[in-house]
């Protein structure tokens, strides 16, 4: 079967970004609504699921759990979607305006993208899922968590004069166009703010750990 439904294929999008591909077989169950850092195709093989999903800007409104992993990985909603208490949790009424739900049978593949959160209900007795997850940026980019930790120990608990500061700095340096900061300099004054490659970024890995190990 894996041989006949390869992605990765000469002239394909896949091509260049080695899919991981898993199947997932068992009864009826629920995986609480989490997100992957991956693009996914889901494709359903057996029995009937059903998808939950929401954009990446809901989170504020589906109320997530702790940051450890919990036994799928990923950190996941505390909201039980099926009986919502919306005393304890009163903003997840925005998070269904804007939520969407698909129903895939056999045959059927949904296509989402990396952070989107999705609930996904396996509503047979007996049921099989394929996904395709894969990733466009190249391997030597860091993982966006290992930040995100990184900014709670050294941002989230400043003044909030200074992370409005910093904020802008993020924005200047991270979330605005990547060749911002470092257009006007010459490019052998660049360092870091070049655009990065394999050999820059292991420069900034090094010069992060030296940082953090001080």
Known sequence: MRDENKLA????????????????IG????????????????????????FILFPPEQVHNLYPGPLEPT????????VDFKNPDLEAFPRYEEAMAAGQI??????????????????????NDFNAMINYWWNETPAFIDNPMNTLLHGMLSLRDRPEA?????????NYYVFGPADTAGKHL???AQGALAPLD???????????????NR
Not at 102 to 123: K, M, N, R, S, T
Not at 162 to 169: C, D, G, N, S, T
């Open 162 to 170: 200074e992370k409005k500061a910093w904020q802008e700095l993020f």
């Open 102 to 123: 698909a129903e895939l049978e056999p045959g059927d593949i949904l296509c989402f993208p990396p952070l989107w959160w999705h609930q996904v209900e396996a509503l």
């Open 27 to 50: 009864n009826k169950t629920i995986a609480a609504a989490h997100y992957d850092m991956s693009h996914n195709i889901a494709c359903c093989a057996v029995g009937k699921r059903r």
């Open 71 to 78: 036994p799928g990985g990923q950190v996941v909603t505390m």
């Open 198 to 212: 394999d050999m820059t970024a292991r420069r900034l890995r090094a010069q992060v750990l030296q940082r953090i």
């Open 186 to 188: 010459p490019e052998a």
């Open 9 to 24: 294929e000469d002239g394909s999008p896949f091509a260049t970004s080695n899919p991981l591909v898993s199947i997932w």
